[in-house]
């Protein structure tokens, strides 16, 4: 991408006149332009939005991009957005959102009436009731010892579900943060583990936060 272009991006997307942000705490997942798997397919991750406009996402990531790469995420709520990395943090980037002045007056309805019905809940009866954490980013400690980034998608007292720039075969033991437990299941986006024992849902975020 030219540097000219990226500039002129970053330039409208700190202008206060157009991206006024909604704070949010969004799951959806992503597709980076340049980082695929062994038979050269676009490698999915998931992530969590966590603040929106019509002109751009910040998102939350287990694996980052560089300046300028081409982004393709997806939310429920939004549907797909595209469009380029305009700044990367510590654990995330912002990224444009490619659309036309039409789509992005839709956009921006949307976005008001999240703003007007953030607070409505929604019943969950699952056994184990899923918990998305205030801070998504945890490690992987691997049998061997070794040790690698995160990125937690939901968990509860009997599992976890993550994403990482990894993806362990079924039975693989592991531990995310300091609770330990076996690989159940894969998925587009990464991979679930039963805990080898019920945890405290009290305390769980700050085991997963726990450095090895």
Known sequence: MPLAALHDDIVELTSPARDARMVVSMPGRYVLANKRDVNGDRRQFACRAV??????????????????????????????????????????????????????????????????????????DRKHKRIVPQNPHSTIMLADGSILGCFVIDMSESGIAVSADYVPEIGTPLAIGKAVGRVVRQFREGFAVQFLELQDVKVLEQRLAARH
């Open 51 to 124: 603040n929106i406009s019509p002109l751009s996402v910040t998102l939350a990531v287990p694996v980052k991009g560089v300046m300028g790469e081409r982004v393709i995420s997806h939310f429920d709520e939004f549907g797909t957005l595209k469009g380029r990395i305009v700044r990367v943090m510590d654990r995330g980037f912002s990224m444009t959102i490619a659309a036309t002045d039409e789509e992005r007056d839709r956009f921006a309805r949307k976005i008001d009436w999240l703003i007007r019905n953030k607070n409505d809940a929604v019943a969950d």
